[in-house]
C-alpha cells in the first residue's frame, strides 16, 4: 500500500463525529403556522427508486428504473386547548374535499393570501414546509425543503374518562408532497 492511499482513507473519514439528534428539529408550514409551533414528531420521508428488468436467456437482472416513489411526511403536534391548530389541518382538509358545499373550497382560497401557492388551475390548495435538523449546539444543520404539500388524513381525537394522568392530546397529519429536497443552511442543496 503506498502512502497516497494511506492519505485517502484518511480524508475520506467523517469529520463531524457528532451524532444526529432525534429531538433537534424545527417545523413550520406556512399555511398552518399554528401546527408548527406545537410540531413534536416528523420523519424526513423514505424514497423508493423503480427498478426494471433486463431480461437474458439465463436470468433477468435487475437495473436501475426512473421513477422515484416518496414516502408520505407524516408529522405529530400537541393540540392546544382551543383546538386551533387543529382545526388549521381540519379545515384544509374538508376545504380540499368539500363534503357539505363547494363555498368550502372557496373559503379554503382565501386563507392566508400572503402564502398561496397555487396548483395548474389557480386553486390555492397547497403549501411549502421546512423541517429544520439542529445540531448539537440548537442550531440549523440542514432544512428538508418540501414543495406543494397538501394534507390527506388527520388522526382522531379519543376522549377517555378512565386515565388516571392528564394526557395531553397529540394528532398526526400525513402529508403528500412533489418533491423534497435537503440543503445547508444557506439553502445550497446538499
Known amino acids: 500500500m503506498s502512502l497516497g492511499n494511506v492519505g485517502n482513507a484518511y480524508t475520506n473519514q467523517i469529520q463531524n ?8 428539529f424545527r417545523f413550520t408550514l406556512s399555511r398552518a403556522r399554528k401546527v408548527s409551533f406545537f410540531s413534536n414528531k416528523a420523519n424526513i420521508p423514505g424514497l423508493t427508486l423503480g427498478v426494471a428488468e433486463q431480461p437474458t436467456y439465463l436470468k433477468n437482472i435487475d437495473i436501475p428504473g426512473d421513477k422515484i416513489q416518496y414516502a408520505d411526511f407524516t408529522l405529530s403536534f400537541i393540540v392546544d386547548e382551543n383546538l386551533e391548530n387543529y ?18 373550497i372557496f373559503d ?8 398561496i401557492r397555487y396548483d395548474g388551475q389557480g386553486m390555492n390548495i397547497y403549501s411549502d414546509g421546512t423541517l429544520s435538523v439542529l445540531n448539537s449546539n440548537q442550531r440549523t444543520q440542514f432544512n428538508v425543503e418540501f414543495t406543494d404539500m397538501f394534507p390527506y388524513n388527520l388522526s382522531d381525537l ?8 392528564t ?24
Not at 382545526?87 to 376545504?95: A, V
Not at 382565501?110 to 402564502?115: C, E, G, I, V, Y
Not at 395531553?168 to 442543496?189: C, H, L, Q, S, W
Request: glycine content about 6%; aromatic content about 14%.
Open 17 to 24: 463525529r457528532n451524532f444526529l439528534s432525534s429531538i433537534g
Open 87 to 104: 382545526m388549521q389541518i381540519h379545515k384544509w382538509i374538508r376545504g380540499l374535499g368539500f363534503p357539505e358545499s363547494q363555498t368550502e
Open 108 to 115: 379554503l382560497q382565501k386563507d392566508d393570501p400572503s402564502q
Open 158 to 165: 379519543s376522549f377517555d374518562a378512565t386515565n388516571a394522568d
Open 167 to 190: 394526557e395531553y392530546f397529540t394528532a398526526e397529519v400525513d402529508f403528500k408532497y412533489t418533491i423534497y429536497n435537503i440543503t445547508d443552511p444557506e439553502g445550497n442543496r446538499l
